[in-house]
């Protein structure tokens, strides 16, 4: 994959090398982590499991050095994530989800010799919630990097593309939540303007390898890219206008260009005077779109 220039905004390096990361998690102890009458249930990647609240189960995918684990809480209701690397827990951020997704496992991705499992974890609702885990390993296992994805429940995650800009970047298409039940600020109380959950725009993003670790593209990069899905939102069916104007006026900031003049040509007459805050909201999405939440596995004294 291409280096990129521009520099991560994420701190700490999500990277494991050496003999500690070659741990087999299939020998991790299940102590705490079963159904009260045995061991984990195993996932393999490519299965989806809906839970049974009738039968309280663990379940387990392993993964290299990595051990992914969905709980039972609440009595068997939901279940809660606990991700375990080289023997230690390391992250346990997805909570109450009932659907536990480990995909099919993606091969010389995202760098040649290196193998990804996108885990979803989704908790059944209307719209949300979904959050992720990105769990990567190299060389025989002997680096791995770790990433758990959210915007609030309400981003999801699709199955890898290529992308070419130059050269070919392998992405995650991601979807920027900043503009569901949309209502432009500036407006008076009495019959605001705003967009239902259905009218709302589902804007793509894409997440990028940058070295050890994931995070969102910015703008200028993928030109190409969102040409097509401004191509895509032009020639879409029944979009509510308004909606329709925001993602191109989205799309084409994140190709670098001026987004306001896209949204005085094509916003509703109606809209048409929030349109400064209109762009400054746009403009604010693409800047704060932070789903990637690096995990450290290194250990630290």
């Given at each position: 994959?291409r280096?990129?220039?521009?520099s991560?905004?994420?701190?700490?390096?999500?990277?494991?090398?050496?003999?500690?990361?070659?741990?087999?998690?299939?020998a991790?102890?299940l102590?705490?982590?079963?159904?009260?009458e045995?061991?984990?249930?195993?996932?393999k990647?490519?299965?989806?499991v809906?839970i049974?609240?009738?039968?309280?189960?663990?379940?387990?995918?392993?993964?290299?050095?990595f051990?992914?684990?969905a709980?039972?809480?609440?009595?068997?209701?939901?279940l809660?994530?606990?991700?375990?690397?080289?023997e230690r827990?390391?992250?346990a951020?997805?909570?109450?989800?009932v659907?536990?997704?480990?995909?099919?496992?993606?091969?010389?991705?995202?760098l040649?010799?290196?193998?990804?499992?996108?885990?979803?974890m989704y908790?059944?609702?209307?719209?949300?919630?979904?959050?992720?885990y990105?769990?990567?390993t190299?060389?025989d296992?002997?680096?791995?990097?770790?990433?758990?994805i959210?915007?609030?429940?309400?981003?999801?995650m699709?199955?890898?593309?290529?992308l070419e800009?130059?050269t070919?970047?392998?992405?995650?298409?991601?979807?920027?939540p900043a503009?569901?039940?949309?209502?432009?600020?500036?407006?008076?109380?009495e019959?605001?303007?705003?967009?239902s959950?259905?009218?709302s725009?589902?804007l793509?993003?894409?997440?990028?390898?940058?070295?050890t670790?994931?995070?969102p593209?910015?703008?200028?990069?993928?030109?190409?890219?969102?040409?097509?899905?401004?191509a895509?939102?032009?020639?879409?069916?029944?979009?509510?206008?308004?909606?329709?104007?925001?993602?191109i006026?989205?799309y084409?900031?994140m190709?670098?260009?001026?987004?306001?003049e896209?949204?005085?040509?094509?916003l509703?007459?109606?809209?048409a005077?929030?349109?400064?805050?209109?762009?400054?909201?746009?403009?604010?999405?693409?800047?704060?779109?932070?789903?990637v939440?690096?995990i450290?596995l290194?250990?630290?004294p």
């Open positions: 994959m280096k990129t220039s521009d991560p905004r994420r701190g700490r390096v999500a990277a494991v090398s050496g003999a500690a990361a070659l741990a087999l998690a299939a991790l102890p102590a705490g982590c079963g159904d009260g045995g061991e984990a249930v195993p996932v990647p490519g299965e989806e809906r049974d609240s009738s039968a309280a189960k663990t379940y387990r995918t392993d993964f290299g050095p051990a992914l684990l709980e039972p809480e609440f009595g068997g209701e939901t809660d994530a606990k991700l375990v690397f080289d827990e390391v992250d951020s997805a909570r109450g989800f659907i536990f997704n480990p995909r099919a496992e993606v091969r010389d991705f995202p040649p010799g290196c193998r990804t499992l996108p885990v979803e908790s059944g609702g209307a719209n949300c919630c979904f959050t992720y990105i769990l990567t190299c060389t296992d002997s680096v791995s990097y770790a990433s758990y959210d915007a609030n429940g309400k981003s999801s699709g199955n890898p593309e290529t800009n130059g070919a970047s392998l992405v995650f298409p991601i979807s920027d503009f569901q039940y949309y209502q432009p600020r500036g407006q008076s109380d019959n605001p303007l705003f967009l959950g259905a009218d725009p589902a793509t993003r894409f997440l990028i390898f940058d070295e670790i994931w995070r593209d910015q703008a200028g990069r993928h030109q190409e890219a969102y040409d097509i899905l401004i895509q939102v032009r020639n879409a069916a029944d979009m509510h206008p308004a909606a329709r104007a925001i993602a006026a989205y084409t900031a190709k670098g260009d001026e987004s306001l896209v949204l005085e040509e094509l509703p007459v109606d809209w005077p929030y349109k400064e805050l209109i762009n400054a909201d746009i403009l604010d999405a693409i800047e704060n779109f932070e789903p939440h690096t450290d290194i250990k630290h």
